[in-house]
């Protein structure tokens, strides 16, 4: 994948799905925003990145207060 398309795939996963915006804010062309979405998303690689937006992240405390420590914070 590109940077470009790592960029679709994180503004679509934060502007809740819209497709056509999470291209434009990734750099595509405004005209042909929205086939390009529609081509990008019917595309696995795609598909598995955005998987990853929905993974919730469990970080647990005592482990987190460790890292912080250890950088001095």
Same mark, same amino acid.
């Given at each position: 994948?590109?940077?470009? #398309? /790592?960029? $679709?795939?994180?503004? /679509? +996963?934060?502007?809740g799905g819209n497709g056509k915006r999470a291209a434009? %804010? %990734?750099? /595509? %062309? #405004?005209?042909?925003?929205? +086939?390009?979405?529609? #081509? ?22 005592? #482990?987190?207060?460790? %890292?912080?420590?250890? $950088?001095?914070?």
């Amino acid at each position: 994948m590109t940077t470009q #398309e /790592y960029q $679709f795939c994180e503004n /679509y +996963a934060l502007n809740g799905g819209n497709g056509k915006r999470a291209a434009i %804010a %990734a750099g /595509y %062309a #405004e005209e042909t925003a929205q +086939a390009t979405a529609k #081509e990008l998303l019917e595309r696995d690689d795609i598909q598995a990145e955005l998987a990853l937006y929905k993974e919730p992240v469990v970080l647990d405390p005592p #482990e987190y207060w460790k %890292a912080r420590e250890e $950088f001095g914070e």
